[in-house]
């Protein structure tokens, strides 16, 4: 079998190897070497980036669609399209997330990603988010407030039935109805179990984690407000060193203070750098169609477009990598964890995936120095571009 060697800097979970070799075989990492361990494998083809980051793929375990294209559409061609998109921008794996709708259409989509991940796609889709429809009605944000519900035993057998072995993240507000008394059967069944979209005291973010949350969805949106005499779910979630937390990093969603705030007080260990991008990513500004509602995009906003609520984003990861670096002055293996290793952890993949350490899966990113994706590797294949040149 044909060997791949991929020469850069190499970033790994702690430290880079400038002009290091990485050595690819059978869709795996073989080696890691120095500069100066220059490999004698006569039969392997070499992609030369010195002067670029090579970098472990990312993963994006939070987003809705691009290119026109949106999970809850049901469609595996759409599904397609946007595993292309995450491609071009460095994300190797991800997780298409459902919006709140009737359960049918959420079993519809379902449906859809479980065949799409079936197929042989330039990004992996590793599992399904189920955001909502099991959300506070307070809290709603942008999701369709028609069709908020909480948690019916009818509900979940359907949805364990439906997902099957599907890695699953599902969103919730514990504080809703008998929510949190679902979540032990959650975790038996297998699934992540995020807070967001929630209205929960800090008592209350507290006995979901007690009763096995993990996770965080979009921390500091659509969480009850931040203070200092009930700081509500977000001071359960940053006092926790067990919950991983989601941030949406695009400069408009969260300020950029409350990224420090929520990075140095819980680490990049803990913390999953997310798109929550929607249909709109990767389109110019205009009015589009979203399920029953609209969204505008303008700039680098979407918003609903009866109300003006934020809606999602356009982000691409690894620009989201670029903003953090900026803002927070920590390493790039650091921030690069918070966008591959972590987010890999949260959902139980970090064995086989999120990091160039021997042994696990190939997925590789290329970076130039402004964080652009110059190529991209899944299983040790090259994705994007698709035709070297492009």
Known sequence: ????????????????????????????????????????????EVHDYRGHWVSPGLVDVHLHGALGEEVMDGRVDG??????????????????TTLTAPLETVIRAIEA??????????????????????????????????????????????????????????????????????????????????????????????????AGANHATHLFNAWREFHHREPGGLGAVLDSDRVFAELITDGIHVHPSFVRLAVFRKSPDRICLV????????????????????????GAEVRLKDSGVLAGSVLHLNH????????????????????????????????VMGSLERGKIANVAVFDSNLETVATYLKGKKVFPEREGE
């Open 79 to 96: 599904l397609r399209k946007i595993a292309a998109h995450q491609a071009a921008c460095g994300v190797t794996a991800f997780f298409p």
């Open 275 to 298: 798109t929550d991008s929607l249909k709109a990513a990767g389109l110019p500004d205009g009015v589009y169609d979203w399920g029953d509602l609209q969204i505008v995009l303008k």
């Open 320 to 351: 989201g990598v670029r903003n953090v670096l900026k803002w927070t002055g920590l390493s790039l293996p650091q921030v690069i964890r918070m966008a591959s290793l972590t987010p890999a952890e949260s959902v139980g993949f970090d064995r």
């Open 1 to 44: 079998m044909t060997e791949l060697i991929i020469r850069g800097n190499l970033i790994l979970p702690d430290r880079v190897i400038e002009n290091g070799w990485l050595l690819l075989k059978a869709g795996l990492v073989e080696e890691i070497r120095e500069a100066s361990q220059v490999p004698d494998r006569p039969g392997a």
């Open 113 to 210: 990603v479980k065949e799409a991940a079936s197929l042989d796609l330039p990004s992996t889709i590793a599992g399904i988010h189920l955001e909502g429809p099991y959300v506070s009605l307070k809290r709603k944000g942008a999701q369709d407030p028609k069709y908020v519900r909480e948690i019916q035993p009818d509900d979940l057998r359907t949805l364990i039935a439906a997902l099957g072995p599907l890695k699953t993240l599902i969103t919730i507000a514990p504080e809703a109805g008998q929510n949190l008394d679902y979540i032990p059967r959650m975790v038996e069944a297998g699934w992540t179990v995020s807070i967001g979209h929630s209205d929960a005291t800090y008592d209350e973010a507290n006995r979901a984690i007690a």
